[in-house]
């Protein structure tokens, strides 16, 4: 009787750590404007932007700042339905979709340029490879130098052509968004001063 209700008691406590874990993988960090806070939240998260920074060589506040602008870490993020006669939710103005926004076309250029054809755009670890592949292509292809965050969400956010043909002179949103990418970006970098030598002593961890 009583090992029944110790397997009861053990399977039940599995169920829970199970769908906690689903739980905070789904939603987004308590504080996504402190770099800190979301690492400190999600260990591994660190450990994927290093890896996309040290792939790409690309700086860890950059990629962060472009995933909080793009989804402001949401997992399943997608741009708003538009709406027939303001009223019945209707088709969405892009394909974009997970925590770059990528839309499909692109992402599935990352994923045949790097050769990892299962990566998910709602999976956190490809998310940021991605953007540290798009920065570092905007590199290749526009000469944007990979530390320059304003510039690079200009990219980022019009596409290499549009860029190439200036075409963020008469595009606002475009210049206010990287205006907000760029001053993210210095508020992630302060930050990460604090504590990303802790971070890096952080090697073994369970969860």
């Known amino acids: 009787m009583l090992k029944k209700i110790f397997n009861r008691i053990k399977t039940n406590l599995l169920y829970f ?25 999600r260990y591994f998260w660190y450990k994927y932007a290093k890896k996309s920074s040290e792939e790409y060589d690309v700086p860890i506040h950059i990629i962060l700042a472009f995933v909080k602008k793009e989804s402001d870490f949401r997992k399943w993020a997608r741009p708003a339905r538009t709406k027939l006669f303001k009223i019945i939710p209707y088709k969405r103005p892009s394909s974009s979709l997970g925590y ?11 994923k045949k340029d790097t050769n990892n054809k299962f990566a998910l755009r709602t ?85």
């Not at 210049?175 to 002593?201: G, H």
Request: glycine share 2%; aromatic share 16%.
């Open 123 to 207: 999976r956190f670890k490809d998310s940021v490879m991605f953007v540290g592949w798009f920065i570092n292509k905007t590199h290749q292809v526009n000469k944007i130098p990979l530390n320059d965050p304003y510039r690079q969400y200009l990219n980022y956010y019009l596409g290499w052509g549009s860029y190439a043909k200036k075409n963020y002179k008469t595009h606002k949103d475009a210049i206010i968004f990287a205006k907000a990418v760029k001053k993210q970006s210095n508020v992630y970098r302060k930050q990460l001063k604090s504590c990303k030598e802790n971070l890096d002593r952080k090697k073994y961890i369970i969860f």
């Open 100 to 110: 770059s926004q990528a839309v499909k076309k692109t992402w599935e250029l990352y």
């Open 17 to 41: 750590v199970i769908f906690s874990l689903l739980t905070s993988c789904a939603t987004a960090p308590k504080n996504t404007q402190d770099a800190c806070s979301i690492f400190s939240e």
